[in-house]
């Protein structure tokens, strides 16, 4: 079946350090990807999306690029801050399943930024 | 403004004492799901929803029930509650819910079953 695969956290940085969270997946379909963010004590909301091949989601300074031939989806902020500090969680929608909406997500990354 | 409510946010209930947790969403949204949140699991989801009267099976559905008598509600509904299924649970809906859809989460709910 699909699943989707994400770094293990937790990850410190310190402010004005470079991220990447690294997301792979596995699916039968064309899927498209997305990364939610969970701000402490906050429901998700989504923080970027892709939904073909090569498409770069992008938003709050973050980045992610939709590439089929690694099956992977890692996002990336060339400076995080201390308001970045969340858990952050890549998911996938699968077009081929019977459900196209249904959200499969990796096991999330907390991600902690030091002043 | 357009958001999804959950209540209640804090519930601690004892074995085997039924509970309902609401959900409704203000957006006109076709799709309906609740998932629950894990440590070290992530987010798996219980049961969606395509439309009024449509429901369906998500991942880990035992012990839970649903139901979509109007749009804009979807109850998630633990007849006999058991220890196993205290967790963080959250509600989301999305226009049509198609693969490219974006979701949009309640704040959550926190249940604990003693």
């Known amino acids: ?115 | 403004e357009a958001q999804v409510t959950q209540n209640p946010r804090y519930l601690i209930t004892v074995t085997g004492k039924k509970l309902t947790v609401t959900c409704s969403q203000n957006m006109n949204h076709e799709y309906m799901s609740w998932y629950r949140q894990d440590p070290g699991l992530g987010l798996r989801q219980i049961y969606y929803s395509m439309n009024v009267e449509v429901t369906d099976k998500g991942d880990v559905p035992e012990g839970y029930k649903v139901s979509r008598k109007e749009k804009r509600n979807f109850p998630l509904i633990l007849e006999s509650p058991s220890p196993n299924q205290t967790s963080l649970y959250f509600c989301a809906s999305s226009l049509y819910g198609g693969a490219v859809d974006t979701q949009y989460f309640g704040p959550g709910t926190r249940l604990t079953v003693l």
């Not at chain 1, 973050?62 to 400076?79: I, M, N, Q, V």
Request: aromatic residues 12%; negative net charge.
């Open chain 1, 1 to 115: 079946g699909d699943s989707v695969t994400q770094m293990e956290g937790p990850v410190t940085l310190s402010e004005e350090a470079f991220l990447t969270i690294n997301c792979t997946y596995t699916a039968t379909g064309y899927p498209s990807l997305f990364w939610y963010v969970q701000y402490p004590g906050e429901g998700l909301q989504l923080l970027l999306k892709a939904t073909k091949a090569d498409d770069k989601g992008s938003n709050k300074g973050f980045e992610a690029t939709y590439r089929k031939e690694t099956t992977s989806f890692h996002l990336e902020k060339g400076s995080v801050q201390v308001s970045d500090s969340a858990v952050y969680f890549c998911a996938l929608s699968d077009r081929d399943g019977g459900s196209q909406g249904n959200l499969i997500f990796g096991k999330g990354t907390k991600l902690s930024v030091k002043p």
